[in-house]
């Protein structure tokens, strides 16, 4: 089982950046692709980021390509999400997930963390 943990969100004016942390429990983070979603009020759970249990591949939503980066830590269990460029439109609690062979389809995932609230302003 894993539980994970997400920090790193809050509030930032357009154009500027913030880096998202999911601090995972248990020694069998290593064995997960992992994934970042985001869900705005009102709307589905959308995909944003994923990487391999490696990190040797990466996935990213059309959207956020160029703006963001996904990256993850085996050693310290971490899970890792650059945001830059940041608009009003990436407004949403962000999530992350465990899967057991990555996918950017949020019914694939078996673990979520809380989320955490990323407001940018205009």
Do not use: H
Request: aromatic content about 12%; overall charge neutral; glycine content about 12%.
């Amino acid at each position: 089982q894993v539980q994970l943990v997400e920090s790193g969100g809050g509030l930032v004016q357009a154009g500027g950046s913030l880096r998202l942390s999911c601090a995972a429990s248990g020694r069998t983070f290593r064995s997960y692709a992992m994934g970042w979603f985001r869900q705005a009020p009102g709307k589905d759970r959308d995909f944003v980021a994923a990487i391999s249990w490696d990190g040797g591949r990466a996935y990213y939503a059309d959207p956020v390509k160029g703006r963001f980066t996904i990256s993850r830590d085996n050693a310290e269990n971490t899970l890792y999400l650059q945001m830059n460029s940041l608009t009003p439109e990436d407004t949403a609690a962000y999530y992350c997930g465990a899967s057991p062979k990555g996918s950017m389809r949020s019914a694939e995932y078996e673990y979520w963390g809380q989320g955490t609230q990323v407001t940018v302003s205009s």
